[in-house]
């Protein structure tokens, strides 16, 4: 079953998530007493952000249905908006390649068959600067933070001493030493998916340690947030819990290779509220086998908000890979993300194609 919601804008939008709403209260209110909060009506709150500010409520409904919510609540004097808690999904597009080889988006010298130099000049850039002192949050299905190479590369909360079962440093999440899981809410973001884990290595797999790949920024640190789950699917609350979590904790930047639903005010502001703390956040441009994000918008990455950078994908001759989204106005620019070797969960090593490995080719630092 699904439904379409019509939002600001005439956009029309299909949720997966049919049975819970996100709520955003209004300046000063901090929560929301409904008649119906007892059940009467069958609207269960069942979540919140951590911090209050945002005034971001998750509510269930049992008993009626999301437009009917969103009818009956959208005008609301407590209330600032209310939008459908949508499914967002990785942003791999095709299968694993063996047959190319190399990372010749760092350096192509035409070792699969493509253009001498149609890459990202690492080798240059790495005489300039590696990352050192930058930290990047991986919002994705979480890392493996045990890979040979990265298991040096890893984020570690200062303020946190691991397993004591306390929140030491006051943050709101028990244990969070490499990050945290809001997809099983807990605080281990291991990666049972392998997309994540493919992102981080990409990102900043170790160099020079006589293993592996090495990472487009060898020197940063990686804080692994998952929001997404090992089957690769997520909510849109989670997500925005997982950019609180990186603007709480003081990442750089974030990488976002992911994508889904329409146009969530809730994801936005959390998505601006990390930019006004100085946060870059670098989003896939989506697979849909060359849309126009000008024409037919994707998100996260179609957010019009100065802090987001939209990636599309090339390939090993410079040209728009054929599964890439494109945008002349919507989309910042291309990155190398057909047949892209990174780390897999287990020590592994594996290729992938699609924005989300164009994404973390993509580094401010």
Same mark, same amino acid.
């Given at each position: 079953?699904?439904?379409?919601?019509?939002?600001?804008?005439?956009?029309?939008?299909? &949720?997966?998530?049919?049975?819970?709403?996100?709520?955003?209260? $209004?300046?000063?209110?901090?929560? =929301? /007493?409904?008649?119906?909060?007892?059940?009467?009506?069958?609207?269960?709150?069942?979540?919140?952000?951590?911090?209050?500010?945002?005034?971001?409520?998750?509510?269930?409904?049992?008993?009626?249905?999301?437009?009917?919510?969103?009818?009956?609540?959208?005008?609301?004097?407590?209330?600032?908006?209310?939008? &459908? /808690?949508?499914?967002?999904?990785?942003?791999?597009? *095709?299968?694993?390649?063996?047959?190319?080889?190399?990372?010749?988006?760092?350096? %192509?010298?035409?070792?699969?068959?493509?253009?001498?130099?149609?890459?990202?000049?690492?080798?240059?850039?790495?005489?300039?600067?590696?990352?050192?002192?930058?930290?990047?949050?991986?919002?994705?299905?979480?890392?493996?933070?045990?890979?040979?190479? =990265?298991? /040096?590369?890893?984020?570690?909360?200062?303020?946190?001493?691991?397993?004591?079962?306390?929140?030491?440093?006051?943050?709101?999440?028990?244990?969070?030493?490499?990050?945290?899981?809001?997809?099983?809410?807990?605080?281990?973001?291991?990666?049972?998916?392998?997309?994540?884990?493919?992102?981080?290595?990409? *990102?900043?797999?170790?160099?020079?340690?006589?293993?592996?790949?090495?990472?487009?920024?060898?020197?940063?640190?990686?804080?692994?947030? $998952?929001?997404?789950?090992?089957?690769?699917?997520?909510?849109?609350?989670?997500?925005?819990?997982?950019?609180?979590?990186?603007? =709480?904790?003081?990442?750089?930047?974030?990488? %976002?290779?992911?994508?889904?639903?329409?146009? @969530?005010?809730?994801?936005?502001?959390?998505?601006?509220?990390?930019?006004?703390?100085?946060?870059?956040? *670098?989003?896939?441009?989506?697979?849909?086998?060359?849309?126009? /994000?000008?024409?037919? &918008?994707?998100?996260? @990455?179609?957010?019009?908000?100065?802090?987001?950078? @939209?990636?599309?994908?090339?390939?090993?001759?410079?040209? =728009?890979?054929?599964?890439?989204?494109?945008?002349?106005?919507?989309?910042?620019?291309?990155?190398?993300?057909?047949? *892209?070797?990174?780390?897999? &969960?287990?020590?592994?090593?594996?290729?992938?194609?699609?924005? @989300?490995?164009?994404?973390?080719?993509?580094?401010?630092?």
């Amino acid at each position: 079953m699904s439904i379409e919601t019509s939002l600001a804008g005439g956009d029309s939008i299909t &949720p997966s998530l049919i049975n819970e709403v996100i709520v955003k209260l $209004k300046s000063g209110i901090t929560t =929301l /007493n409904l008649p119906e909060a007892d059940g009467e009506l069958g609207i269960w709150r069942q979540d919140t952000t951590q911090s209050r500010e945002f005034g971001f409520e998750l509510w269930r409904l049992d008993g009626m249905t999301m437009e009917e919510a969103i009818a009956r609540y959208q005008d609301h004097p407590d209330i600032d908006y209310i939008q &459908p /808690n949508y499914t967002l999904t990785v942003e791999d597009a *095709i299968p694993d390649d063996p047959s190319f080889g190399g990372l010749w988006g760092l350096h %192509n010298t035409g070792q699969t068959g493509g253009t001498v130099d149609a890459d990202i000049d690492a080798p240059e850039a790495w005489d300039i600067a590696q990352g050192e002192g930058v930290v990047i949050g991986v919002i994705d299905t979480g890392v493996d933070y045990t890979h040979p190479d =990265l298991v /040096n590369q890893m984020w570690t909360n200062p303020g946190e001493i691991a397993n004591n079962g306390i929140d030491d440093d006051g943050n709101g999440y028990v244990d969070d030493v490499y990050g945290y899981d809001f997809a099983y809410n807990d605080a281990d973001p291991f990666d049972g998916h392998s997309h994540g884990t493919h992102v981080a290595g990409t *990102i900043a797999a170790t160099q020079n340690n006589s293993i592996g790949i090495s990472g487009v920024a060898p020197q940063a640190k990686i804080m692994a947030i $998952k929001f997404l789950s090992d089957g690769g699917s997520g909510s849109t609350f989670n997500a925005i819990k997982a950019v609180e979590y990186a603007t =709480l904790m003081g990442a750089n930047l974030t990488n %976002n290779s992911w994508g889904g639903g329409g146009y @969530s005010q809730a994801l936005y502001d959390a998505i601006a509220a990390a930019g006004e703390a100085g946060q870059l956040f *670098i989003a896939a441009a989506g697979n849909d086998y060359g849309q126009n /994000n000008d024409i037919s &918008p994707h998100y996260p @990455s179609n957010y019009d908000l100065d802090n987001v950078i @939209s990636v599309a994908a090339t390939d090993h001759n410079d040209q =728009l890979a054929y599964f890439s989204n494109y945008g002349p106005t919507t989309v910042d620019l291309g990155a190398p993300g057909q047949s *892209i070797l990174s780390t897999v &969960p287990g020590g592994g090593y594996g290729y992938k194609s699609g924005t @989300s490995m164009a994404a973390p080719h993509v580094l401010i630092l």
